[in-house]
């Protein structure tokens, strides 16, 4: 069964950065395949943060375009998720999400209903 294992987060001031990281065991990146990160804060609905096909396309939420990058290492199976620039607002549980084979085989998607399997989540906590 895929298992999907988030780490990196932690608490950070305003303007700085982290690295989070995620491995889903028994999932392989092919170019129909797709992994993404997204965020929930209390009380809100979950949102889509940065998505990633096989290809290196890639899919941004307009709030972290040009701070965040998402990446995936084939050798190692490790989707990241470069923070930089941080704010309060980005303050949020993020989990990471892997869809089923063919999803993304036309575009990248960074909506909850596309990806079936989930991490637990990591706490990102920005303060000012």
């Known amino acids: 069964q895929v298992q999907v294992v988030e780490s990196g987060g932690g608490s950070v001031q305003a303007g700085g950065s982290l690295r989070l990281s995620c491995v889903a065991s028994?999932?392989?990146?092919?170019?129909?395949?797709?992994m993404a990160w997204f965020l929930q804060a209390p009380g809100k609905e979950r949102e889509g943060v940065a998505a990633?096909?096989?290809?290196?396309?890639?899919k941004y939420a307009d709030s972290v375009k040009g701070r965040f990058t998402v990446s995936h290492s084939n050798a190692d199976n490790t989707l990241t998720l470069q923070m930089s620039g941080l704010r309060p607002e980005d303050t949020a549980m993020y989990y990471c999400?892997?869809?089923?084979?063919?999803?993304?085989?036309?575009?990248?998607?960074?909506?909850?209903?596309?990806?079936?399997?989930w991490g637990q989540g990591t706490q990102v906590t920005v303060s000012p």
């Open positions: 999400a892997a869809a089923r084979y063919g999803t993304c085989s036309h575009e990248v998607f960074l909506d909850t209903s596309k990806y079936t399997y």
């Open positions: 028994k999932y392989t990146m092919f170019h129909d395949a797709c």
């Open positions: 990633i096909d096989g290809f290196g396309n890639t």
